[in-house]
């Protein structure tokens, strides 16, 4: 038990709420932990519509970790799409020792992910096609990309239809909830990446007395509408470009030559290159186009100490290889060797992103949007632009709504931010850190996607401190 937590309801026990209101069936269920591997794993039931508690049933997947303490933390990498139970899995490479040492790990795979009852749309050969597939301007490219509009929407209808309507964010935070009274805590510690910081700060509002330790990594605006989130991405990531080619510049092996805008203008003309050429890879049923280039850029990004292989996936394209950029677009999208894919991200990233946050404007918002995007970042602007048109599609009425979180009442909640973010920016977890009625912002002034684990000593020790110990940083403090 935390110091200075409420004791609730003590183990074993459950508050009348939880015993005898319309989830108590849900609340009534005991956890059966197997082994399997290096972890112990089970499953838990949660009702599909939370509005209707005596329909459908989903199953969640849940895998722990086991330490020496006896306190669960349960962690969600991001995505949305992302697996918490292969980020349990990888524990070992992503947080400290310390960290492992005092908490039982506990990865859940969210509603729609992974091994939970989870999206399916298209087969892995669909899979390669759309994710390779690019939209000329004109008549043709219209209907090539609604043909692949189609081909994704007829396969959810087919494959998902029952679970389409029910993959939201903020039903997701109810299943957290349910798993809190499983695993017998009064108070739910909690570490979220990216996305994961989105769903922790849902959980937050809806339960705010049940708030530990919080710590949200990589933050989400929950303000922000669709069309701003993809502005802002590519925003994050033409900096994360140009961060990586003033390095990459500064060494004599670096592939690209000349100042900055030299160095952008060949990336521009490789990307070109391979819209109107697709580059070959050594695999004769597969090329590199324009999407899969970006893909393969975008991947190494994430994390400085990957800039690296992005040098040599370029060096080989810019001579006419794209076989290591394939490679890395691959590793990214998590497809197998064998072709295929070792887990539903990317369908699941569809499904719970249309349903969490509506499209707004029509065809002509969404070419002005669009315009701006690539006027303003015109290397990734137009690989992030005309995201509405799937999701004005989507077989599942969208009820988000996009607003302020404050989580009124909630314990202190550290929100961990990285200056040069490219995926989630650093003006997000600013903003969701003031959202916050007890934010607390801890920044990282570096490179790369989310801090703690692969940073810095000064924020891993500040998020074990606040995590294993209760010690909140100085709000605003800079590692």
Do not use: K
Not at 462 to 472: A, P, T
């Amino acid at each position: 038990m935390q110091e200075g937590s409420d004791p609730g309801a003590g183990p074993g026990e459950r508050e009348p709420e939880e015993a005898d209101g319309p989830l108590a069936d849900f609340y009534a269920q005991e956890l059966e932990w197997v082994e399997c591997g290096t972890m112990e794993c089970t499953t838990f039931e949660v009702p599909a519509d939370y509005d209707d508690p005596g329909g459908a049933r989903l199953e969640i997947a849940a895998a722990r970790l086991l330490a020496d303490g006896e306190s669960p933390l349960v962690v969600n990498p991001g995505g949305p799409g992302g697996s918490g139970i292969e980020m349990a899995e990888a524990a070992a490479d992503m947080f400290t020792e310390d960290l492992i040492e005092a908490y039982d790990i506990i990865g859940v795979d969210p509603r729609g992910v992974g091994q939970s009852s989870a999206i399916d749309c298209v087969d892995d050969a669909d899979l390669d096609q759309l994710r390779a597939a690019g939209y000329q301007e004109g008549p043709e490219g219209e209907t090539a990309a609604a043909e692949d509009i189609e081909l994704i929407v007829q396969g959810c209808q087919e494959r998902s239809v029952d679970l389409l309507p029910y993959v939201d964010t903020i039903s997701a935070a109810r299943d957290m909830e349910v798993l809190r009274v499983l695993l017998e805590v009064p108070e739910l510690d909690y570490l979220g990446y990216s996305y994961g910081t989105y769903l922790g700060a849902h959980y937050a509002e809806l339960f705010p007395e049940r708030v530990g330790r919080f710590v949200l990594d990589g933050g989400m605006d929950p303000s922000l509408e669709r069309h701003e989130v993809a502005h802002d991405q590519a925003l994050g990531f033409e900096s994360a470009m140009t961060a990586y080619i003033e390095d990459c510049l500064a060494w004599t092996e670096c592939p690209l030559a000349g100042d900055l805008d030299t160095a952008f203008e060949q990336i521009r003309a490789l990307l070109d290159e391979a819209e109107a050429a697709p580059l070959p890879t050594g695999d004769g049923d597969r090329v590199l186009t324009r999407e899969l280039a970006y893909s393969g850029i975008i991947g190494p990004l994430y994390n400085q100490g990957d800039w690296p292989v992005l040098t040599e996936s370029l060096e080989l394209a810019l001579n006419g290889d794209g076989s290591y950029l394939l490679f890395v677009a691959d590793l990214f999208a998590g497809r197998e060797e064998d072709g295929s894919y070792r887990d539903n991200q990317t369908e699941a990233n569809w499904a719970i992103n249309c349903l969490d946050r509506p499209v707004t404007g029509d065809p002509g918002d969404w070419d002005q949007r669009a315009e701006a995007m690539i006027d303003a970042a015109p290397t990734f602007g137009p690989a992030l632009a005309y995201g509405e048109e799937l999701c004005a599609q989507w077989p599942a009425d969208s009820e988000g709504t996009q607003g302020e979180i404050t989580a009124a009442g909630a314990a202190p909640i550290l929100v961990v931010g990285t200056t040069g973010d490219p995926a989630t920016p650093y003006h997000w977890s600013e903003s969701l850190a003031q959202q916050l009625e007890s934010g607390v912002l801890l920044t990282y002034d570096g490179e790369g996607h989310g801090a703690y684990g692969r940073s810095n000593s000064c924020v891993n020790e500040r998020v074990d401190d606040f995590l294993i110990r209760g010690e909140i940083p100085e709000d605003g403090l800079v590692c």
